[in-house]
């Protein structure tokens, strides 16, 4: 087995799909060397991912997220609510 090299990123490309109601588990563990680890599960019959890390980095991906949900909100603006006219009886 190759031993890992600190000095290269992992070279992994990854596209998952994100849709409004999905059910994330979280989980907190101590690691091996005593850091505070965090998890995001995604968990399905058909495929499941985890995004795992300490603190600070899951807190960068938070708000990357969040400034992507932004950025695309304001990018395409949803449209306006249909108006529904009320019906005499």
Not at 23 to 45: F, K, L, N
Not at 62 to 85: F, H, I, N, S
């Amino acid at each position: 087995m190759m031993p890992n090299d600190p000095t290269r990123r992992s070279a992994l490309s990854v596209a998952l799909l994100a849709h409004t109601g999905t059910r994330y588990e979280v989980d907190a563990w101590m690691a091996g060397d005593g850091q505070p680890h965090g998890s995001v599960r995604y968990d399905t019959d058909r495929a499941w991912f985890t995004i795992q890390g300490r603190p600070a980095a899951l807190r960068e991906l938070a708000e990357a997220l969040l400034r992507c949900a932004e950025l695309t909100e304001q990018t395409y603006p949803a449209p306006p609510a249909p108006v529904v006219e009320g019906v005499a009886g």
